[in-house]
């Protein structure tokens, strides 16, 4: 299925990526080559074959409740381009 | 000694238990390869002073007697693997000046084995390439050129800086990842080994996740036996990874002992794919006759659904890559983008994820989130899933009539040049991953060895296909391929 | 046996221009799990810590983390299941529910849309005496908790603290059974006493471990009927969701408010939209959340990092087993056993703490004046200090005295409140404190006769009266009480006082 431009920039938003207007063309074609090369699962008969969840047939791991991590909020920031006050900051949000 | 640099691991390993060398002098040899190979941009973040502290803890630890087989070894470190204070940025510029406050498990493991890292090397973008070209830092280039050209190659990728800095013996050995092919066909394009084990042998913990349930971190090595070395010292159960397996980690190095006689051996008719180069036919010919000289039983058999595992792949991973990438906001570490007046939260998303992520990155995340957006979830992802369970029962179906590891040939070409596929469009360079990924979608182990060169100098690779777990059988008969093809070239030195 | 017979309250009905509307409520109750670390990591769910202390780099989404599940999140959610009566499922899957927020450092929830754990089950709402609703559970699942985003301590920026990031909830869906805002009010208290019979989750809704989700729609009287017969929706109006509400009072307010919006919207020839809505409780409305409309697409899929989630059928009967006496069947043995009215029984049973303390006092004693003393006593002064029953400085041993003490006629029930404001003030034996001062009752007949004969001489004229008018006795008697301090039988002191004025 071909994609046009406004599905492009539905998806770019999506995704929280913004694309210049005037590039949404070109990439509507190129999501078109890739979707088209990807059809091609279409020609598969998946009647009754279950969808593949896992390639490792193994029982989920648990953990205890305990608390065993933690404590480490300067660690935690360490890496934010805007902190402040021991919170993370970021331009306001309009709920 | 000279040369240091160019030996293997467990040439390494013997000299320096033997006190012939010293780590440090080893790790100086590297270092001093690695200053010298600018032009090779595989070494991205150098880090000479951990290195030599940790070269020095090991020549400790290798004369107080019994130390591990990894002990003192110089290794390079994808990018993808988070390693505490050293920058660690997947090759994005997203990742800009990130400093993990951990250690993934894979290089805890090898530096508690007493392995030394000579720092960080280049990548394709969040592992998203098959030619190193979508990273920030630049592409890596190929230590290999054609003969009597100087056009610089790809070394592959998405593991592109390891198998350049393996090729041009910057270190001993490299850590890769192999989502779709990512460790196996560089190491094709550079002419050295490179393993994906089975998936959920290494933690994923601490690796920067592409495509969860594709990716699995694995040995990119001088030979085969060094890739069972090093593997031993990488896998094994971790508590902090729900999807890597409680299961014993034999004695890979213990399993090379040659004898292949009476094994099967199969080779799939559907990865005779049509304008096949001659010489990549000839290689898998040649392949086939050295495991049948060493004994094996080499049979033909069928993989139905091999064709279809090009686009399940290209659903599954991106739509995985959508949601693992979208922690990359620019909230809590990274690159944030500046804002304008009036930008608020959704600017600051879209703008920061416009500059972070190139454009491979963009295209994959942007195709991940349209198959699995409203309506299209079972058209795309669903059925995806489904002919992948189709892929991994060929497989099954393979080895239930007793076949223990699968030929192929590792790549459909030899390396390119840099920027040769800049205008293809990106189903072609897609088609880089046709013999590889495969396995990733079965979750299973492949290795590839290099096993000759083509008509233009340049290395090609063989890759084998084993039974999940079987790390050891397989390398046995890639140790058997090795050995039979004396693959002894090596690149010789421009940069 | 549990006698679980009741009719159906009416529903709320609300008389519009255009006829009557009724409403239609469905909640969705996010409870949080009662467990030490978070779901899928290790760090505290402590609440009050200082901000980003309680997180790990799982919670945080650093690059390549990965998340292991809690075990005792799982078992409380199946707990939680088997106390609504509910299916378990053996086999159930995460899923990855994906929208940008700041405080959803992953990008996505880890939740559980296709197979959630628990399936369909029920919570009987009683609404008085023989009245009760029962409303359907569809599901409850598992998921992460989001963190917390504040607005207002600075003019441009938001500030995200996530120690609240990756604590388990259990999501407990109703079915659209829910017919008034009382209802809502009382299917969350019901539901809140459950779980915390079963200790999965403390109730604690000022701290936001318990807040509802409510979908809020009208139909026409009949509608309803008509959905509930073919199971078509169609029949039912459109819904609006109101967010995120952490109060009994705010549930009521918010739904009375909503279904008068949509109500005035449709007679006025208009549309309900379909939309998520937000309570402002200093205007008493919802308003339009549009922030998170635009995001709706959630991209579900299975989540890749952990495979799905088995349990086993012994372990769900070991579970199953290891189940308190529940609020219903706890009321309904109160009512039997100590004879109770359902008023009392339902007050006893309000909490596990307050049942457990009064069968403690009531354990061999008179069941009904044991729960006189525990309700209008005892609830009554620590409701005066603002305590629960938890921190009450009278022990069930205590009050058991209090009320022994009165049983052998020891001291007069008057006597007894004060006994009883000592003990909870001072503490101490009851029987000891009765002894050491003196208040135990007097029912000496001769002293209790020379006080009668006292008063009797000291007032002729009432005597007099008296005759005439037997009533004046009383009189009498408080005039003996009064002289004897209180200590005096008042039984035998109106006895003794009509003996001797030949009434």
Not at chain 2, 322 to 350: C, F, Q, W
Not at chain 3, 184 to 193: D, I, S
Request: charged content about 25%.
């Amino acid at each position: 299925m071909p994609i046009d431009a406004k599905t492009a920039a539905h998806v770019a938003r999506l995704a929280r990526i913004r694309v210049e207007e005037e590039r949404l063309p070109a990439l509507a074609e190129e999501f078109s080559a890739i979707l088209g090369f990807i059809e091609q699962l279409n020609e598969v008969d998946v009647e009754g074959v279950e969808p593949m969840v896992s390639v490792s047939p193994m029982r989920l791991k648990r953990r205890p409740d305990v608390v065993t991590d933690g404590s480490m909020p300067e660690k935690i920031l360490a890496n934010a381009p805007d902190a402040r006050e021991g919170f993370f900051a970021v331009p306001k949000v309009v709920e | 000694m000279g040369d240091l640099n160019r030996m293997t691991i467990a040439e390494a390993r013997d000299a320096l238990r033997r006190g012939e060398v010293s780590a440090v002098e080893l790790t100086e040899a590297c270092l001093a390869a690695i200053e010298a190979a600018g032009a090779l941009n595989a070494v991205v973040h150098g880090t000479p002073e951990l290195a030599l502290e940790q070269a020095r803890a090991a020549d400790a630890r290798l004369r107080a007697g019994g130390a591990p087989d990894m002990c003192g070894i110089p290794l390079g470190i994808k990018d993808l693997f988070c390693t505490r204070g050293v920058p660690s940025q997947a090759a994005s510029f997203i990742l800009n000046g990130f400093r993990p406050e951990y250690e993934s498990t894979v290089t805890s493991r090898l530096f508690e084995a007493g392995a030394v890292m000579l720092g960080k090397l280049n990548m394709d973008e969040f592992a998203m390439g098959s030619s190193n070209e979508t990273s920030t830092y630049g592409s890596a280039v190929n230590p290999w050129r054609r003969v009597d050209d100087e056009t610089p190659l790809t070394p592959g990728g998405s593991s592109g800086g390891s198998a350049a800095a393996v090729a041009a013996d910057l270190c001993l050995a490299a850590t890769g990842t192999d989502t779709g092919g990512s460790i196996r066909q560089p190491a094709a394009f550079s002419g050295i080994v490179g393993l994906k084990p089975t998936y959920g042998r290494c933690s994923r913990w601490g690796i920067i996740a592409f495509a969860s349930s594709l990716d699995q971190a694995g040995p990119m090595t001088k030979s085969v036996r060094d890739a069972a070395i090093m593997l031993a010292a990488m896998a094994g159960h971790d508590p902090k990874d729900s999807t890597s397996a409680d299961i014993p980690v034999p004695d890979f190095e213990a399993a090379l002992n040659g004898d292949i006689r009476g094994r099967k051996i199969g080779i799939p008719r559907e990865y005779r794919m049509e304008g096949m180069p001659a010489e990549i036919e000839s290689l898998w010919a040649e392949g086939r006759r050295m495991l049948r000289d060493a004994g094996a039983e080499v049979v033909d058999i069928s993989l139905p659904h091999t064709k279809y595992a090009l686009p399940a792949y290209y659903v599954i991973a991106p739509a995985e890559a959508s949601s693992n990438l979208a922690r990359y906001d620019g909230v809590r570490y990274g690159h944030r983008a500046k804002l304008g007046a009036g930008d608020g939260i959704t600017e600051m998303y879209e703008k920061t994820r416009a500059e972070g992520f190139g454009d491979e990155v963009q295209r994959r995340v942007m195709i991940g989130t349209y198959v699995l957006s409203a309506g299209f979830y079972d058209a795309y992802y669903n059925r995806a899933r489904k002919v992948r369970t189709l892929i991994a029962k060929d497989f099954e179906d393979a080895f239930a009539q007793g076949v223990e590891a699968i030929l192929t040939p590792t790549t459909p070409s030899a390396a390119f040049g840099l920027g040769e596929m800049a205008d293809a469009d990106p189903v072609r360079m897609y088609l880089n991953d046709v013999f590889t990924v495969t396995v990733n979608l079965a979750g299973l182990p492949a290795v590839s060895v290099p096993a000759g060169l083509d008509s233009q100098g340049l290395p090609l690779g063989l890759q084998l296909i084993g039974r999940p777990w079987e790390e050891g059988a397989l390398l046995n008969a890639a140790h058997v391929i090795e050995t039979a093809a004396g693959f002894a070239s090596r690149p010789s030195r421009w940069w | 046996m549990l006698d679980l017979t009741f009719d159906a309250p009416k529903p709320r009905v609300i008389s519009g221009a255009t006829g009557d509307w009724e409403m239609v409520i469905g909640m969705e109750v996010h409870a949080q799990v009662a467990s030490k670390a978070k779901l899928f990591s290790g760090a505290s769910t402590e609440f009050g810590a200082e901000p980003n202390s309680n997180v790990s780099f799982v919670d945080a989404a650093m690059p390549g983390m990965l998340p292991v599940i809690n075990e005792f999140c799982v078992e409380q959610a199946v707990r939680t299941g088997l106390g609504l009566k509910a299916k378990i499922n053996l086999k159930s899957a995460f899923d990855r529910k994906n929208y940008f927020y700041p405080d959803l450092p992953q990008g996505y929830q880890i939740s559980q849309l296709y197979e959630p754990i628990v399936g369909e089950g029920e919570v009987i709402v009683w609404m008085g005496e023989g009245v009760a609703r029962r409303v359907r559970i569809e599901r409850i699942h598992i998921e992460q908790d989001a963190g917390k985003s504040i607005h207002d301590m600075d003019p441009h920026m938001s500030f995200v603290d996530l120690n609240r990031t990756g604590v388990a909830l259990m999501e407990i869906v109703s079915r659209p059974d829910i017919r008034g805002p009382e209802e809502a009010a009382a299917y969350v208290t019901k539901l809140r006493q459950i779980l915390r019979y079963l200790g999965t989750c403390d109730g604690n809704m000022q701290n936001g471990n318990l807040r509802a989700d409510v979908n809020v729609s009208v139909c026409r009287p009949g509608d309803y009927e008509r959905y509930r017969e073919s199971g078509d929706f169609s029949h039912l109006g459109t819904r609006c969701e109101i967010k995120n509400m952490n109060s009994m009072r705010f549930i009521q307010q918010a739904i009375e408010f909503e279904a008068r919006r949509q109500i005035a919207i449709l007679e006025d020839g208009g549309e309900v939209v379909q939309e998520t809505r937000l309570f402002d409780p200093d205007r008493g409305e919802t308003r339009s959340m549009r922030s998170k409309e635009e995001a709706h697409d959630y991209r579900y899929f299975p989540d890749p990092d952990l495979l799905p989630l088995e349990i086993e059928q012994e372990w769900v009967d070991a579970i199953r087993d290891s189940l308190p006496e529940l609020p219903d069947e706890k009321k309904a043995r109160f009512i039997a056993e100590f004879g109770l009215s359902d008023y009392d029984a339902s007050v006893l049973t309000a909490d596990v703490e307050s049942a457990a303390y009064f069968e403690d006092v009531a354990r061999g004693r008179d069941g009904k004046l044991a729960a006189n003393w525990v309700i209008n006593e005892l609830f009554g002064r620590l409701k005066k200090d603002g305590h629960d029953i938890t921190r009450s400085p009278v022990s069930p041993g205590q009050l058991g005295g209090i009320i022994d003490l009165i049983r052998k006629g020891d001291i007069s029930g008057k006597i007894a409140k004060e006994l009883f404001e000592i003990v909870y003030t001072e503490g101490g034996d009851p029987a000891r404190i009765v002894e050491e001062r003196g208040m135990k009752q007097v029912t000496d007949a001769g002293a209790i006769e020379a006080a009668v004969d006292e008063v009797i001489a000291a007032n002729p004229a009432q005597v007099e009266k008296a005759r005439d008018n037997p009533k004046l006795a009383g009189w009498f008697v408080g005039q003996v009480m009064k002289a004897t301090g209180g200590k005096a039988n008042p039984k035998a002191v109106n006895e003794i006082v009509r003996k001797k004025l030949d009434l």
